[in-house]
Nanobody
Framework: QVQLVESGGGLVQAGGSLRLSCAASRSILSFNVMGWYRQAPGKQRELVAIINSGDSTHYADSVKGRFTISRDNAKNMVYLQMNSLEAEDTGVYYC?????????WGQGTQVTVSS
């Protein structure tokens, strides 16, 4: 069991930046993968970026070159730096912790990009 708390969302103009943070209630090293997902209005939740315990990363094609996922194992934190934001990036962003094919989810943080 783990509690994940996201923060850092908000309203930003297109072209702007935001940094999302995810605080975990236990060591993130106990999870195979940490990640960020998002859900836009009327759409299914989709993967944004993931990072494993060896710091290997994977990004959705739509965010490659604009978003960067990182982790701080000592602080049990995961971050998502989002640059050059677009209106299509609007949605609720969720932090996820994965182990043994099971995902734990945070409650999400809203990101709204105005064009």
């Amino acid at each position: 069991q783990v509690q994940l708390v996201e923060s850092g969302g908000g309203l930003v103009q297109a072209g702007g930046s935001l940094r999302l943070s995810c605080a975990a209630s236990r060591s993130i090293l106990s999870f195979n993968v940490m990640g960020w997902y998002r859900q836009a209005p009327g759409k299914q939740r989709e993967l944004v970026a993931i990072i494993n315990s060896g710091d290997s990363t994977h990004y959705a094609d739509s965010v490659k070159g604009r978003f960067t996922i990182s982790r701080d194992n000592a602080k049990n934190m995961v971050y998502l730096q989002m640059n050059s934001l677009e209106a299509e990036d609007t949605g609720v962003y969720y932090c996820a912790a994965s182990r043994d094919s099971y995902n734990y989810w945070g409650q999400g943080t809203q990101v709204t990009v105005s064009s």
